[in-house]
């Protein structure tokens, strides 16, 4: 059991939430990630880990309520407890740069955002360019623009900050001289594929980190598969973070679309069995 330290609504369909698991925060490291049970009969289901303080023994997560089990995670409150939390697995992202662009889209921010930090803390040149489709959805904006030199923040419909699409703000970076040693894209496959399409031309150093449909977080399911290379990964041990340039996001992107629908009538289940508790 772990207890749930704190609860923040950070726009209408993500929550952040701190939980106490001084374990898995002794040990993690920006990258990694936990697999966390709501209940004994809920699923299992991988969270990067969004922040952790050691001194306090507490992770925080970072997530959008798309499926039930997000849903129902949703639905505890500070003081509750889930029924298990296990990591941190995964490997630790390399922060050995020396001057980087971190590029977040939506909630992908959530796992970018303690990468700038580090960077940062560590003397490491950061830009930061976060995305999100209209100004209601921005999230950690405060938090990148404290750890980075260099901040741009994009809208899709120019509702806040820069209109536009992440890819643009870097291209127009890359196209003024700048030399990264390294660019960090984490959000929605779409959007890191267009990362490493625009990076690809300038030879520009470009990591993704992947967070596909998990079971067991050990590489024993196989359900997090991934071409790289021409060489299957699972993402659970051999990443999260992979070349960009070397990832298959067409076949990424297509095994993600088999899920959606069973996620929507899941979501759209636990949605109706909670109103009929509600009115009970």
């Given amino acids: 059991m772990a207890k749930i330290l704190r609860k923040k609504t950070m726009n209408p369909t993500v929550t952040l939430m701190e939980v106490e698991a001084p374990l898995i925060a002794a040990k993690a490291q920006p990258g990694q990630f936990v697999i966390i049970m709501t209940d004994a009969d809920g699923e299992r289901i991988p969270l ?3 922040d952790y303080d050691k001194q306090k023994g507490s992770v925080t997560v970072i997530f959008q309520i798309v499926g039930a089990t997000t849903f129902r995670l949703n639905q505890l409150q500070e003081g509750d407890a889930l029924h298990d939390i296990v990591g941190p697995l995964g490997n630790p992202s390399d922060c050995s740069a ?4 971190i590029i977040g889209g939506g909630v992908g921010t959530a796992i970018a955002y303690p990468l700038a930090k580090k ?3 560590q003397g490491t040149q950061v830009h930061a360019i976060i995305g999100f489709r209209t100004k ?3 999230i950690l904006e405060d938090e990148f623009r404290s750890a980075s030199h260099e901040f741009d923040l994009m809208t899709d419909d120019g509702s806040y900050g820069k209109k536009g699409l992440v ?16 660019v960090i894209a984490i959000g929605p496959l779409i959007m890191m594929k267009f990362v490493a399409a625009t990076t ?9 980190s992947m967070n596909p449909i998990m079971i067991d977080g050990t590489g024993m399911c196989g359900g997090c598969r991934l071409s790289v290379g021409g060489k299957m990964k699972f993402a659970c041990v051999d ?8 990832v298959d996001f067409n076949e990424a992107l297509a095994r993600s679309g088999m899920y959606r629908p069973f996620e929507a009538k899941a979501y759209e289940t636990a949605c109706s069995l909670f109103k009929k508790t509600a009115a009970q």
């Fill in 48 to 50: 990067t880990i969004a």
């Fill in 200 to 208: 690809k031309p300038y030879g520009v150093k470009t990591t993704v």
């Fill in 136 to 138: 209601d959805l921005v």
């Fill in 239 to 246: 990443g999260p973070d992979f070349d960009g340039h070397e």
């Fill in 98 to 101: 020396k001057k980087v662009a």
């Fill in 119 to 121: 960077f940062f803390a």
């Fill in 167 to 182: 890819t643009e703000a870097l291209k127009a970076s890359l196209d003024k001289g700048e030399t990264y040693e390294e």
